[in-house]
């Protein structure tokens, strides 16, 4: 189910790593990356946590915001993950 | 990592069942910028009644290298089979097929029999197993090395390893090296002091190793404190150490470099990706970025992509100075790139050349069609067409199954000897992404493994 997800990561990358995650926005808060955006589903979010993994990045907190209802939920298909 | 790729450039054509990969038996050969890592080497000699010993340690934290090395120096008093996991082995049939290839290699006089072709998990854990046990128990000490463990999923192919690993003589030591929790009811295991783990806190590099690779190996002269402030600012992971190791090689000042290193918040890869590249000839850096698409590379399949002439000799000396290019042959034709790194890369490349990776999948498709390579050709034409993940409609009806264009893309290339994460690769997806794909592919095809759902599909004519 589509939703906007935030991941918490130690370190702080750059905003040119947004690509691995569809365009997901990239804060970075003493030491640590903060990425808000939107996640299709399960899958993707799972291949999210996968490449943090492949990049050595630790994880700190993943938390649902909130679930994408109506025509969020619809634009959220049209495979335009970039903001 | 895991290197299932066959090595040739010729075309292959999967036979049924898939043959063998003798890559998958094989450590990556030792290479001269390693460090032996004495007191780890010491932990793997385990203590009698040690069932299983496991290293769980994210990418990057050398266990493959480790192993190689523990196997070579034990050679002589012990055998020790080799055998590199990867998404196909989920299929017990296949598993088995493997581990005992991989057993008579290193034993040849071991009295094992082949596993028969598309035999079910039931006779595997009542019929097989039980003769491999007698067998181990038999021939005497052995062990078997399980690389990228992490690979098996849960499933019967699994739980039939989880069966034998209660129930092999204690001559037998099973290794296995994993990124992530291997799923084998360890807690009863190390109740019983049967267990020997390695964690990525112990794999970690201290300073006494972080010296014999930046100082005594790569000759770098850093000062104590130097080497201290590294190890502290990566916390001994070994990916970032050898990072900074590639950096500090070229860097004019490396003092400099060091306490900039150390005082930022950046993560290490953030901070030492571009420090390595910028290092680097502008030719080899545009080799590096570019070539980052490719699964696998050699120097035509490099000239090709780059437009350009010279790639071989380029990649042979990157080889002899980058760890993180790894030669797949020992003829020094073809390499991949250590995952972590390549996909430091593709973030470079699509920031200095964006929206250039389709154009240069294309190449590749170009290159691998006249060459053969079906299923890599396949996998570019994916990325040719984008590099973002288009949205996964229900595509055109392909037969009965109704699968979709991309799941019959995706099957396809499961018939060829790509685990599902090198499939990722290709197709630039996710692994999870591929792996929802082959699961729903099972589902519609109503097959319980790999080898099942590709006999399906092609009786349905659907590949």
Same mark, same amino acid.
């Given at each position: ?9 130690? *370190? ?10 569809? *365009? ?22 799972? *291949? ?36 | ?5 066959? =090595?040739?450039? @010729? ?11 003798? !890559? ?34 994210? /990418?990057?934290?050398?266990? !493959?290298?480790? #192993?190689? %090395? ?18 196909? +082995?989920?299929?017990?049939? &296949?598993?088995?097929?493997?581990? =005992? ?9 071991? $009295? ?10 039931? =006779?595997?854990? +009542? ?7 007698? /067998? ?9 090395? #399980? ?27 099973? &290794?296995?090296? !994993? ?23 112990? #794999?970690?590099? +201290?300073?006494?190793? %972080? ?8 000759? #770098? ?23 900074? /190791? ?21 993560? &290490?890869?953030?901070?030492?990706? +571009? ?45 002899? @100075? ?19 790194? /390549? ?15 389709? !154009? ?27 590099? $973002? ?43 999870? @992404? ?30």
């Amino acid at each position: 189910m589509a939703a906007t997800y935030r991941i918490v990561v130690r *370190g702080e990358i750059d905003d040119r790593f947004a690509f691995l995650f569809n *365009g997901m926005r990239m804060e970075r808060v003493e030491g640590t990356t903060v990425l808000t955006g939107t996640v299709v589903d399960q899958a993707q979010l799972h *291949g999210y946590i996968d490449r943090l993994a492949e990049l050595g990045l630790d994880l700190i907190r993943i938390e649902q915001l909130g679930e994408l209802v109506g025509l969020a939920r619809w634009a959220s298909t049209q495979g335009k993950g970039k903001e | 990592m895991g290197v299932t790729l066959q =090595t040739g450039g @010729t075309p292959q054509q999967p036979a049924r069942p898939p043959p063998l990969l003798m !890559t998958k038996l094989h450590p990556p050969a030792g290479r001269e910028q390693t460090v032996l890592r004495v007191r780890l080497v010491k932990r793997l000699q385990a203590p009698a009644g040690t069932k299983l010993t496991a290293l769980a340690a994210p /990418a990057g934290y050398g266990k !493959t290298t480790l #192993l190689g %090395a523990w196997r070579e120096l034990q050679a002589p008093q012990q055998p020790i089979g080799w055998l590199t996991i990867d998404e196909g +082995d989920n299929d017990p049939a &296949v598993l088995w097929s493997y581990v =005992t290839a991989a057993l008579a290699e290193a034993c040849p006089e071991l $009295e094992a029999r082949a596993i028969p072709d598309h035999i079910d998990a039931a =006779t595997i854990v +009542d019929v097989v197993l039980p003769e491999l046990i007698n /067998a181990l128990a038999a021939f005497g000490p052995a062990a078997l090395v #399980l690389d990228d463990f992490h690979e098996l999923t849960s499933g019967p192919a699994r739980d039939s390893l989880a069966w034998f690993i209660d129930r092999v003589p204690s001559t037998f030591q099973l &290794v296995i090296a !994993t990124r992530s929790e291997p799923g084998l009811s360890l807690g009863a295991l190390r109740a019983h002091g049967e267990l020997l783990e390695l964690r990525a806190a112990e #794999l970690g590099f +201290d300073a006494t190793e %972080a010296t014999a690779l930046l100082n005594d190996l790569l000759g #770098l002269g850093l000062e104590r404190e130097q080497v201290e402030a590294l190890v502290e600012r990566t916390e001994g992971w070994p990916a970032g150490i050898y990072l900074a /190791a590639l950096s500090l090689q070229a860097a004019p000042d490396r003092s400099e470099l060091v306490s900039r290193f150390s005082g930022g918040n950046r993560h &290490v890869v953030d901070f030492l990706v +571009d420090e390595v590249l910028n290092h680097h000839d502008p030719d080899v850096q545009t080799l590096m970025l570019r070539s980052s698409i490719l699964g696998r590379m050699c120097g035509p399949l490099c000239d090709a992509v780059l437009e350009q002439e010279g790639s071989a000799g380029r990649l042979r000396e990157l080889a002899r @100075t980058n760890l993180f290019l790894v030669p797949l042959d020992d003829r020094g034709e073809w390499y991949r790139f250590h995952q972590l790194f /390549a996909q430091l890369l593709r973030v470079e490349l699509e920031h200095r050349d964006p929206g250039l990776a389709p !154009t240069l999948h294309r190449r590749a498709l170009a290159w691998h069609r006249e060459h053969g390579t079906i299923e890599e050709a396949l996998g570019h034409a994916f990325g040719a067409e984008s590099v $973002e993940e288009p949205p996964v409609r229900t595509g055109p009806t392909r037969g009965q199954a109704d699968l979709s264009e991309r799941e019959v893309v995706v099957l396809r290339m499961l018939t060829g000897p790509l685990s599902e994460r090198d499939i990722g690769r290709e197709l630039y997806l996710s692994h999870n @992404t591929v792996h929802s794909h082959t699961r729903s592919i099972f589902r519609k095809l109503g097959a319980s493994s790999r080898s099942e759902a590709i006999r399906k599909a092609r009786s349905a004519g659907l590949i």
